[in-house]
Nanobody
């Protein structure tokens, strides 16, 4: 059974940093794209970042470019999201996601329909 488990969320002041982790089990995702999404209260889930299996291709939402960095350790089947210069509008539940297979264009990475597996989410709260 595939499981994605996020960790690393918490409460941080504006301008601070957090590092989220997503550990996958039940399947090796080392050859798949992986992504982070987030959902703020009362809003739809939105794309944050995604990367190819070798991080040669990376995509970011405009709202996080220059502040967030996605990375991965394929040996650990884990993907990370380093979040710097956090803003109150970054407050959300953050989810990692993995597709069913290592196929499909990176042009679809921002679509949550591209992904078959989702974690339970980790809460990030940024205070002003």
């Amino acid at each position: 059974q595939v499981q994605l488990v996020e960790s690393g969320g918490g409460l941080v002041q504006a301008g601070g940093s957090l590092r989220l982790s997503c550990a996958a089990s039940g399947r090796t995702f080392s050859s798949y794209a992986m992504a982070w999404f987030r959902q703020a209260p009362g809003k739809e889930r939105e794309f944050v970042a995604a990367c190819s299996w070798n991080v040669a291709t990376i995509r970011y939402a405009d709202s996080v470019k220059g502040r967030f960095t996605i990375s991965r350790d394929n040996a650990k089947n884990t993907v990370y999201l380093q979040m710097n210069s956090l803003k109150p509008e970054d407050t959300a539940v953050y989810y990692c996601a993995a597709p069913e297979g290592p196929y499909g264009s990176s042009a679809r990475w921002h679509q949550d329909s591209y992904y078959a597996y989702w974690g339970q989410g980790t809460q990030v709260i940024v205070s002003s």
